[in-house]
């Protein structure tokens, strides 16, 4: 699916015309990457987290000649998929996964300290 065939999806399902329906799909994905880009993030409950990621500066290898090169640290956008969208893409991995929680055990005690030597 395209950005043109989103608009028309959302014009048909709720009775708007394309240019009215374009202005709004528009608006969300500006808003979604000026605040990503301020380093915010925007939570859609059920969908996922669009967020800024910062890679840092690192050294590198050019295939070509060998030769070592730095690369320099840059800011990317991420997006994380929710729960729900997850389970909504493979079913059968939400369900290894709730059969997994729900058949773990409560967390462990931490160990016994060890008792001082005495002199």
């Given amino acids: 699916m395209n950005k ?3 608009i028309e999806k959302l014009a048909a399902e709720h009775g ?3 240019a009215a329906a374009g202005r709004i799909v ?3 994905l500006d808003t979604v990457v000026t605040t990503v880009k301020k380093g915010g993030s925007v939570t859609l409950p059920g969908f996922g987290t669009f967020k800024q990621h910062a890679r840092a500066a ?3 290898v050019n295939p ?3 030769d070592k090169i730095k690369i320099a640290a840059v800011k990317l956008p991420k997006f994380t998929p929710g729960t729900a969208f997850k389970a909504a ?3 059968k991995a939400a369900a290894r996964k709730a059969a997994k929680a729900a058949g773990a055990k ?3 005690k931490a160990p016994a300290k060890k008792a001082a030597k005495k002199k």
């Fill in 64 to 66: 070509g000649t060998g």
């Fill in 58 to 60: 690192r050294n590198g």
């Fill in 16 to 18: 708007l015309t394309k």
């Fill in 26 to 28: 528009a608006t969300v």
């Fill in 106 to 108: 409560p967390a462990a």
């Fill in 89 to 91: 893409v493979d079913p």
């Fill in 4 to 6: 043109a065939e989103l």
